[in-house]
């Protein structure tokens, strides 16, 4: 909006009440892209055929743009994740190592000091 520019309250109950509306129709019309499907899941296609077919066209090109970074920034963040996962497996493997080590060298211990003993006997 420009500055300077006032809403009433009713304005943006309407406008409200208006953009409700607008949700539960694209949502309805999405789901009979679905069912058509033999889905019952809406997937952002159904979305995407809903605008289309309520003749919002102009705005099925930002949609797909907007998607596509939506999707882009959810890919970085699974491979981050599975990099930290990675990282800390790793760190655990790595853990895992040293303590079989140092059990490893207790047992040799152990043995050397039982091995004393019986030398000593």
Not at 1 to 28: C, H, M, Q
């Amino acid at each position: 909006l420009p500055d300077g520019v006032n809403i009433s309250k009713e304005a943006r109950s309407a406008i409200s009440r208006a953009a409700s509306v607008f949700v539960l129709y694209a949502t309805s019309c999405a789901n009979n892209f679905a069912m058509k499907g033999k889905r019952k899941t809406l997937n952002a296609g159904d979305v995407l055929s809903a605008m289309e077919e309520m003749e919002f066209q102009r705005f099925v090109a930002p949609l797909k743009e907007s998607l596509e970074v939506y999707r882009r920034e959810q890919k970085g963040k699974k491979e981050a994740r599975k990099d930290k996962d990675k990282k800390t497996d790793s760190e655990e493997q790595d853990k895992s190592r040293e303590e079989d080590n140092d059990d490893d060298d207790e047992r040799m211990e152990e043995e050397e000091q039982n091995d004393e003993e019986e030398v000593d006997n």
